[in-house]
């Protein structure tokens, strides 16, 4: 892509950088961020490079909670949400099939036989929208996985051609966890870490047609998982109002949201007190007019009968229960054991879930895990009647259980590519063979 710019070019974009002021560094703080006033801002939210991708209800909400901060401090924002705008039909509850463009692999996934894609908006798209929107003074730029940072680094490439001279600040977990990496990639500045939201709502009403809602009732976990990142990224667990949250959800079913993710990492936390309290004030407001998913799990050890009653007469339509694994070396969180597991199956089946409702994670690839064991959970998810689910270990930088990994494979701390949760049992540590991996998975499919 050229990068020429002629001389008024020149002029435009040393304007807009002078409102940033100047920076010895790419690092830029989120205070200065929030200081920018009177400007017409971008988010962008990139298309993904990976071997799959699957719309869980996801959405960029910290780039949405910033978006919304910086509308309320004079701005005039705009979002490209690059994966929603590729979506090409609707599966079941609000969610989208997003499209894949089959594209070269990157060389260190060369021996790995799967086919590679481009998931999101092309170029001639992202030019069309592009000259729909009003110029920008300035591109925020939100990134996820850590893995996924070639489709970030397309997504520069693509704005510095088309929108030259536009400063581009890269912030998101991938900047906050790989912050050397991802200064790199070609943006002008990285912003890491991040901020508590002090707005009461994401900025929903900057997509068309919304199919879905997303909410967090809190921010970061107070647990210590050793695979999990979330300590990192929230250092400081906080929970948020119920009046909070019910303006959220009130705000996006006006947008025309029926369904509605939870995407807290400790969402029955306190449950009595916080809770329960929200799903009456749910239930007084919509009645069963709304449905309800908590695609990051549940800790089931807070699911009693009141619980799981709870949960159904509100309407969580999509469960996902968090076990991991009942190999007790490998409960190093100690967030469930077995019988816990077991008690709450059983009461979400009292309270009317069926088996194909109670899908169950259980991870795959943690350092030091054999197969037996996984083999072992597997089976005890299908006996306690719940749905076994895989999920496949992601070594995350800054967390316990990468350390242990790394130990094995010091590269994993210069190349994230390394980290892809999809590949990296069977095709990168090769702690088990693809043909292993296929008979795990047709264990869980299993039907007993």
Known sequence: MSRKRNGQEEEKANNRYNFLMEHSSKNISMSKILGIRGKNILGVNPPVHDFAFFDLWSK????????????????????????????????????????????????????????????????????????????????????????????VQWMIAALKEILPGVPVVLGGTYATLCTGHAATLGADFIVSGNWEPDVARPAMDLYKNLSYGVTMTSFGCPLACEYCASRVLWPHYRRRSVHEVLREIDFQVQLG????????????????????????????????????????????????????????????????????????????????????????????????????????????????????????TISFVHASGGKPKLAEFSPIPHTPAFEEAAKAMPALRTEPLLQNNSVYSSWISQNITPQELQELKDLARAVF
Request: net charge neutral; aromatic share 12%; charged share 30%.
């Open 60 to 151: 960029p909400m910290g780039l949405l909670y910033l978006l919304e901060r910086m509308r309320l401090n004079g701005n005039d924002v705009f979002l490209l949400d690059t994966i929603y705008e590729a979506a090409a039909s609707e599966k079941t509850f609000g969610r989208k099939k997003i499209v894949g463009t089959e594209i070269e692999k990157p060389k260190i996934y060369k021996g790995i036989q799967r086919k590679y894609h481009h998931f999101g908006l092309g170029e001639d798209e992202i030019r069309a929208r592009l000259s729909e929107t009003p110029q920008p003074d300035v591109i925020l730029l939100t990134s996820a996985m850590t893995y996924w940072y070639p489709g």
């Open 257 to 376: 949201a029926r369904d509605f993710a939870f995407y807290d990492d400790a969402l029955l936390m306190e449950k009595e007190d916080y809770f329960f309290p929200l799903c009456e004030a749910l239930r007084k407001r919509y009645g069963n007019a709304l449905r309800f998913h908590t695609p990051n799990g549940l800790h089931v050890r807070e699911i009693d009968e009141k619980c799981a009653a709870v949960l159904w007469e509100t309407g969580f339509k999509t469960i996902r229960l968090s076990l991991e694994s009942i190999d007790p070396k490998l409960a190093g969180s100690g967030k469930v054991v077995w019988r816990e597991y077991a008690d709450a199956v059983a009461n979400l089946k009292s309270a009317g879930y069926a088996k194909k409702e109670l899908e169950t994670y259980i991870l795959l690839g943690l350092p030091g895990q054999v197969i037996d064991s996984v083999k072992e």
